[in-house]
């Protein structure tokens, strides 16, 4: 009886693979945790051996990209200074206070766009594998539109 059974449904080996398929099947419509870490891992990977492909690529630009990175350093560096330094004599200097402190904030928000510049040099040296997550927030503060959260 059960040879006949067999026959008319299929070999063990034909219902075999076909289990097998069925099993594959789900497991494919169910993506885990672990799958999802372990790609996430992967892409990680080869986005930091990119940059670092990239930049030994580019060395040759390296003398560049330090001028680059000094020059906006201390422009961002002396704005902050400078407006300090106004304001401080601004407190003793009351004729010449309003002025000062007027010269203080034009320096302060001229320093503001410097900011999202000097955001992504600093990202581009010590962050560059998360320079993805620095780039939106830099590009905000020099054109003045944040992202939305």
Do not use: C
């Amino acid at each position: 009886m059960m040879g006949l059974f067999s026959k008319m449904m299929g070999s063990e080996k034909a219902l075999g693979s076909a289990i097998d398929a069925v099993k594959n099947g789900l497991d494919a419509l169910v993506y885990t945790d672990e799958e999802k870490a372990t790609d996430a891992a992967k892409e990680r990977s080869e986005a930091r051996s990119m940059v670092v492909g990239w930049m030994q690529a580019t060395q040759g630009q390296n003398l560049a990209r330090r001028f680059i990175a000094l020059m906006v350093t201390i422009i961002w560096a002396l704005q902050y200074v400078v407006a300090m330094v106004v304001e401080a004599v601004a407190l003793w200097l009351p004729s010449e206070a309003a002025r000062l402190s007027a010269t203080a904030d034009s320096i302060r928000s001229g320093g503001e766009q410097v900011n999202g510049v000097f955001l992504l040099v600093v990202g581009f040296y010590f962050a560059a594998p998360h320079l993805d997550k620095i780039v939106g927030s830099a590009m905000g503060k020099m054109t003045g539109n944040q992202p939305k959260k």
